[in-house]
Nanobody, 123 residues
């Protein structure tokens, strides 16, 4: 069993930056990948970025490539999402998820989910 807790979401102006954190606790053998997903009101959940905790390989949605960076600290069982050049369309609840395959394409492949953190980009 794995528990995930996200933090770092807040209100930020367009063009600003935020760093989200996802802290995992429980069995570290129950996952290898962390994915970040987001869901805006009235929209489906979409993948943002993913990372393999062991290999460090990453993948990104085209909408955030070049602006967002996912990273991890294996000693702290934590994954980060650095978000730069934020746009109003980035406004959403951001979730992290844990599983064994690092992908942004299939949220259903992840076994564990956090409660989410709200990111609002507005002037």
């Amino acid at each position: 069993q794995v528990q995930l807790v996200e933090s770092g979401g807040e209100l930020v102006q367009p063009g600003g930056s935020l760093r989200l954190s996802c802290v995992a606790s429980g069995s570290t053998r129950a996952y290898d990948a962390i994915g970040w997903f987001r869901q805006a009101p009235g929209k489906e959940r979409e993948g943002v970025a993913s990372i393999s905790m062991s290999a460090g390989t990453t993948s990104y949605a085209s909408s955030v490539k070049g602006r967002f960076t996912i990273s991890r600290d294996r000693d702290k069982n934590t994954a980060y999402l650095q978000m730069n050049s934020l746009k109003p369309e980035d406004t959403a609840v951001y979730y992290c998820a844990a599983g064994f395959v690092a992908t942004v394409a299939l949220p259903s492949i992840y076994d564990y989910w956090g409660q989410g953190t709200q990111v609002t980009v507005s002037s």
